[in-house]
């Protein structure tokens, strides 16, 4: 017994020895021939420059160097990643059971990490309050909408060390709104009562898909629907709606190829309106002018019209959740604005006096919800 306790001791030392070894053996001999990480989404440093009258930043510019491309770099990524797969080798990426990807910002909501004191729960409130009087005023009707993110819809994916704070802000500011003249809908039942429809997310990427954007449009025009009947409300089944596997996604990309090459393709859904007669089409922008240092100004306007000229038209203050939506809503009115202002979620009242339109939708994801208590 105490023999093969030494053997399996000494087993262990001597690979570990090996390899910790092997890159400097390699950097001597250059007898491997090495495989490069590929689509890595960051710059690989340089060797930095030895110069003997400014000698303080070399030691960590050649950390940072070696760091890069030490041999076997990829080798050691790829079997780290094998072997220890809940292990992100990005802050910025979570890596969940069964290959699921989350964006770890997204993730402060859910947790209870951004908080809010009532005070400023209590502002935001106020401010959607006033803003709905303001377009009231002008003949307007306000609705507002938040999509929640894929914490909130595939929990059981999530890392076992990732929890739900009791009560986020986005719940607490739910609860003041149900005190206000505001119609709202916090999309996260309607979602979890789909979730047996399909995947309503991506595995690789933040963003529902467009199945997903299917359900939150439904909910969202049923809501609208009380106020004006005339609007259609789709079935899925009045749509064309085909699938495709693929690798890509916001969240993979951060990835290097040697991760990206283990995970699972992801399901993208493309939407069409079956009955061409009623389909939206793109009509020319009126050319507002985007947001300074935007860097998504091609998505800041979106539009579409219908050939249904009695249904009303309408303004969408959003941001990129609405994009898997577009297939869907722009075909229940007469005239579509999208607005994608930088996340910023304004009033935007020279877009809305210059459209005159019956309804004004605010909706975007609770990752930014802090977007509304700029003051």
């Not at 690979?15 to 710059?43: M, R, S």
């Not at 940072?64 to 990524?77: C, I, K, T, V, W």
């Not at 079997?79 to 069964?98: A, L, T």
Request: charge should be neutral; aromatic fraction near 16%.
């Amino acid at each position: 017994m105490k023999k093969s306790i030494f053997i399996y001791q000494l087993a262990t030392v001597i690979i570990f020895l090996v390899l910790i070894a092997l890159p400097l053996f390699q950097d001597i001999t250059h007898v491997f021939t090495l495989q490069k990480i590929e689509g890595e989404n960051k710059a690989t440093a340089k060797f930095p420059t030895f110069d003997l009258k400014r000698l303080d930043p070399f030691p960590s510019q050649f950390t940072a160097f070696y760091n890069d491309n030490f041999p076997f770099r990829a080798f050691f990524f790829q079997v780290d990643y094998r072997i220890f797969f809940k292990k992100s080798p990005v802050k910025e990426v979570i890596i969940g059971k069964e290959k699921w990807l989350f964006l770890s910002k997204n993730g402060n909501i859910y947790q209870g990490l951004t908080s809010f004191s009532e005070k400023d729960i209590q502002f935001v409130v106020q401010n959607l309050e006033e803003r709905r009087k303001k377009y009231e005023e002008m003949g307007i009707k306000f609705y507002f909408a938040i999509a929640p993110t894929a914490y909130e819809i595939y929990p059981e994916y999530l890392p076992s060390y990732v929890f739900r704070t009791k009560k986020t802000v986005t719940d607490k500011i739910c609860e003041k709104l149900q005190n206000t003249d505001i119609p709202f809908i916090y999309l996260k039942e309607e979602l979890l009562k789909n979730k047996t429809a399909g995947q309503l997310y991506h595995k690789n990427d933040h963003h529902w898909n467009q199945l997903g954007g299917y359900f939150a449009y439904k909910a969202i025009v049923d809501l609208i629907n009380k106020d004006f009947p005339q609007i259609p409300t789709y079935t899925l089944t009045d749509f064309e709606l085909t699938s495709r596997h693929t690798k890509g996604g916001n969240l993979i990309s951060m990835l290097n190829d040697n991760f990206q090459s283990i995970l699972d393709e992801d399901i993208i859904y493309q939407a069409k309106l079956k009955d061409s007669s009623k389909r939206y089409y793109e009509v020319e922008k009126v050319g507002y002018p985007c947001i300074k240092n935007f860097p998504y100004c091609n998505e800041y306007e979106m539009s579409g019209e219908t050939p249904l000229k009695e249904l009303p038209n309408i303004v969408i203050i959003r941001d990129s959740y609405f994009n898997a939506m577009i297939p869907f809503f722009f075909n229940s009115f007469s005239r579509s604005v999208a607005i994608f202002d930088a996340w910023q979620y304004r009033e935007n009242m020279d877009i809305v006096s210059q459209e005159k339109p019956e309804i004004v939708l605010l909706i975007l994801t609770e990752a930014n919800i802090s977007g509304l208590f700029k003051k």
